[in-house]
């Protein structure tokens, strides 16, 4: 039988996540997780929540949420937009903002779901190569586009970007959205925050899901103008008006107030990258300059997915990228300080 439907389907290509394991004792390195568990505001959210207010309708504009991130950050409460996690947020700019005929432009190794996006949406879309250090070249941002996109810090490369040349990106395209996906951003690197009162073309994108702890609760966040802000709105307006539940917008708000346990879990999750690189360096990687919550690594004369597997079938799972400029790296996640005490002692042993 033919149907009708499968005649006209979308050729996609989704976005691949990392395994989600199910067993107990695995080291889990391999989806850039914090290893500490949430604020305690969590569970006080939870404790006080009014679970007749279940009955009605989450509140669309998710106020309490969007009103605290203004508050943090320091921006009005219409220059923020919250979303089902930053891919939402991501996603929902993609379709707002990149609409016209010409290229939007990102980075040949970075977040793989900003192609995934383009196909998706149709968007025409060109991919520039990084340097061969896997630094960002300015220089590639300043042709005729419908858009860019850059991570800062990049994933899976963790290196950082200098403020002013985000700056020179943003200033070079006053006709064209340039969003700063910022998802690590409070690991290291400077942010683009400071930029959007003074440009009207820049839109900061941040997660609660990795410095904060919360990939389970699904929160993310623009900051921009006030007029990137209200487009962001009316797209999400027009296709679910109740994104956030009730219960999730009173937890994000109650976490973000908890500020000494977020500055505590940071620094301590920075230290610990900085041991696991030496330590990596002092075993002949080559770990790149990371402001991120996981290293990017290579070795001369090792093969990474074979260490990859060796790494997994000691119950230990780290990332690997089967792709052009990148096959011969790990990405692994910065764990607790036992957690990466084992995984050098594993490593050693395996290569
Ligand atoms: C993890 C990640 C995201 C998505 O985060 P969520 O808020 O969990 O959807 C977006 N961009 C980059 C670069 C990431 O690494």
């Given amino acids: ?38 604020s305690l505001g969590v569970l006080s959210a939870i404790e006080h929540f009014d679970t007749d207010s279940y009955r009605k309708y989450p509140d669309p504009e998710a106020s309490v ?3 605290a991130i203004a508050r943090t950050y320091s921006v009005d409460a219409d ?10 947020v991501l996603g929902m700019s993609f379709l707002t903002f990149f ?26 879309f060109e991919k520039k190569s990084l340097r061969d250090d896997f630094t960002i070249d300015r220089e590639d941002y300043t042709g005729t586009n419908g858009g860019i996109v850059i991570a800062n810090p990049n994933a899976p490369t963790s290196i950082s970007m200098q403020l002013y040349d985000i700056e020179y990106i943003v200033k070079n395209n006053p006709s064209s959205v340039v969003i700063i996906d910022e998802a690590y951003i409070d690991f290291g690197g400077e942010t683009a925050l400071p930029l959007v009162d003074r440009y009207d073309n820049v839109l900061v994108v941040r997660t609660f899901s990795k410095s904060r702890s919360m990939a389970g609760a699904r929160i993310g966040f623009a900051v921009g103008c006030k007029e990137l802000i209200g487009a962001l709105c009316t797209t999400k307006f027009s296709y679910n008006s109740y994104t956030i539940d009730s219960l999730t917008i009173q937890i994000g708000a109650a976490v973000l107030a908890d500020d000494v346990y977020f500055e505590v879990i940071r620094k301590k999750i920075i230290e610990t990258r900085d041991w696991t690189s030496e330590k990596l360096k002092g075993m002949g990687f080559d770990v790149l300059p990371s402001d991120t919550n996981f290293l990017f690594v290579t070795k001369p004369g090792i093969n990474a997915k074979a260490v990859f597997e060796a790494l997994k079938k000691r119950d230990i799972y780290v990332r690997y990228f089967d792709k052009p400029r990148v096959s011969d790296y790990l990405r692994i996640t910065i764990g607790t300080d036992e957690e990466m005490k084992k995984v050098i002692k594993v490593l050693e042993e395996i290569v």
């Fill in 1 to 38: 039988m033919s149907f009708e439907w499968k005649k006209n389907l979308k050729r996609l290509t989704p976005y691949v996540p990392g395994e989600q394991p199910g067993a107990e004792n695995i080291i889990k390195l391999n989806t850039n997780e914090n290893p500490y568990p949430p």
């Fill in 65 to 67: 949420l969007t009103g």
């Fill in 79 to 88: 220059q923020v937009f919250v979303g089902v996690g930053s891919d939402d």
């Fill in 99 to 124: 609409n016209g005929g010409d290229p939007v432009l990102f980075p040949d190794i970075t977040y793989s779901f900003y192609e995934v996006w383009g196909g998706l949406y149709g968007i025409p």
